[in-house]
T-cell receptor
Framework: GQNIDQPTEMTATEGAIVQINCTYQTSGFNGLFWYQQHAGEAPTFLSYNVLDGLEEKGRFSSFLSRSKGYSYLLLKELQMKDSASYLCAVSKAAGNKLTFGGGTRVLVKP | DSGVTQTPKHLITATGQRVTLRCSPRSGDLSVYWYQQSLDQGLQFLIQYYNGEERAKGNILERFSAQQFPDLHSELNLSSLELGDSALYFC??????????FGPGTRLTVT
């Protein structure tokens, strides 16, 4: 099976940086995804890591260490609209189904 | 807008009934996935189709079934509905492997 753990909730101040950690245990790893989801809306794709290292996309960066089963999503220059849930998901090599963590709810305060 | 469409947006029905949820993938995407999201269970993978064939199955109940048609749209059929089936049902699509793009979801309420 797959265990994916991420913190339930985090709070940060507008303009600051927040790092959301995700640890996973899986066999046949094919990639790690981060999605953003506002309440009642569809998850929106943020990033995809398949090799170790850092992927940067504007204010968002994602890091992966396959040997440690660890990833993080870094959100810089936080804006109020970044208040949302952030979902870590792992894809297995057979097929492309995603197994999601429980999500981290980020609250950005003024 | 992800390019994935789902209908209906909302559905309210009674226990014991049967409903059909519909999904049209992004243009060019051959894979379609169905997910269920409830408050206590998070986002759970149900089933995947690739170019009309079932590719992977997750935590899908026997009362639920799905199919993908030659034009690549997909339908998820939910029967003998129970209160616990109330949830958001998302469809996602992808070219093959890689990122999946999610539709807006269908909110099902079973009363």
């Amino acid at each position: 099976g797959q265990n994916i753990d991420q913190p339930t909730e985090m709070t940060a101040t507008e303009g600051a940086i927040v790092q959301i950690n995700c640890t996973y245990q899986t066999s046949g790893f094919n990639g790690l995804f981060w999605y953003q989801q506002h309440a009642g809306e569809a998850p929106t794709f943020l990033s995809y890591n398949v090799l170790d290292g850092l992927e940067e996309k504007g204010r968002f960066s994602s890091f992966l260490s396959r040997s440690k089963g660890y990833s993080y999503l870094l959100l810089k220059e936080l804006q109020m609209k970044d208040s949302a849930s952030y979902l870590c998901a792992v894809s297995k090599a057979a097929g492309n189904k995603l197994t999601f963590g429980g999500g981290t709810r980020v609250l950005v305060k003024p | 807008d992800s390019g994935v469409t789902q209908t209906p947006k909302h559905l309210i029905t009674a226990t014991g009934q049967r409903v059909t949820l519909r999904c049209s993938p992004r243009s060019g995407d051959l894979s379609v996935y169905w997910y269920q999201q409830s408050l206590d269970q998070g986002l759970q993978f149900l089933i995947q189709y690739y170019n009309g064939e079932e590719r992977a199955k997750g935590n899908i109940l026997e009362r639920f079934s799905a199919q993908q048609f030659p034009d690549l749209h997909s339908e998820l059929n939910l029967s003998s509905l129970e209160l616990g089936d109330s949830a958001l049902y998302f469809c996602a699509s992808s070219v093959a492997l890689g990122e999946q793009y999610f539709g807006p979801g269908t909110r099902l309420t079973v009363t």
